[in-house]
T-cell receptor, first 110, second 111 residues
Framework: KAGVTQTPRYLIKTRGQQVTLSCSPISGHRSVSWYQQTPGQGLQFLFEYFSETQRNKGNFPGRFSGRQFSNSRSEMNVSTLELGDSALYLC?????????FGPGTRLTVL | EDQVTQSPEALRLQEGESSSLNCSYTVSGLRGLFWYRQDPGKGPEFLFTLYSAGEEKEKERLKATLTKKESFLHITAPKPEDSATYLCAVQAETGANNLFFGTGTRLTVIP
């Protein structure tokens, strides 16, 4: 069974730009969650989507948004990038409680 | 507020030297406690889920246990390939699916 895939794996952007990251969950999983991982803050929850609806949201500014499509694939968007947005962005898919993570997208903001 | 504290921050062991990692948690109703392993540059790899105090789970050289306030990850006779960061996370009973993570224990096993 294929795991969670994320594209792209690496991104370099400049301040003020926007970025879209993509996540394809494990087949049959309808819940997709997004996390930001930084050396200082560790893993922090961004939001969760289930059946195309945002079910839960973490404490991040409105510049961070997401959506889920009918095939459960999900995208997250970050607008007006700031230097502090440099991080590893992880997507996790789940069927029940257990969440399985993808390899992440490494975003660097210059 | 949900809180997860992992200790130690870093641990160096000789190959074969058993030890335990600690995860202390505060959560308003525990739905589940999760252990993950993360290698550099990769996403976390799921290891265990524990749901109630007294529960134990094992996988190869790893054994996870749970009490009402903390969880331990015991590593028996570790090998160099066990070197990684071990993350603990809790999920609350609120119905939300998000995990609240600790900052991890970075384990190095020396041959």
């Amino acid at each position: 069974k294929a795991g969670v895939t994320q594209t792209p794996r690496y991104l370099i952007k400049t301040r003020g730009q926007q970025v879209t990251l993509s996540c394809s969950p494990i087949s049959g999983h309808r819940s997709v969650s997004w996390y930001q991982q930084t050396p200082g803050q560790g893993l922090q929850f961004l939001f969760e989507y289930f059946s195309e609806t945002q079910r839960n949201k973490g404490n991040f500014p409105g510049r961070f948004s997401g959506r889920q499509f009918s095939n459960s694939r999900s995208e997250m968007n970050v607008s007006t990038l700031e230097l502090g947005d440099s991080a590893l962005y992880l997507c996790a898919s789940s069927f029940f409680d257990e969440q399985f993570f993808g390899p992440g997208t490494r975003l660097t903001v210059l | 507020e949900d809180q997860v504290t992992q200790s130690p921050e870093a641990l160096r062991l000789q190959e074969g030297e058993s030890s335990s990692l600690n995860c202390s948690y505060t959560v308003s109703g525990l739905r589940g406690l999760f252990w993950y392993r993360q290698d550099p540059g990769k996403g976390p790899e799921f290891l265990f889920t524990l749901y109630s105090a007294g529960e134990e789970k094992e996988k190869e050289r790893l054994k996870a246990t749970l009490t009402k306030k903390e969880s331990f990850l015991h590593i028996t006779a570790p090998k160099p390939e066990d070197s990684a960061t071990y993350l603990c996370a809790v999920q609350a009973e609120t119905g939300a699916n998000n995990l609240f993570f600790g900052t991890g224990t970075r384990l190095t096993v020396i041959p």
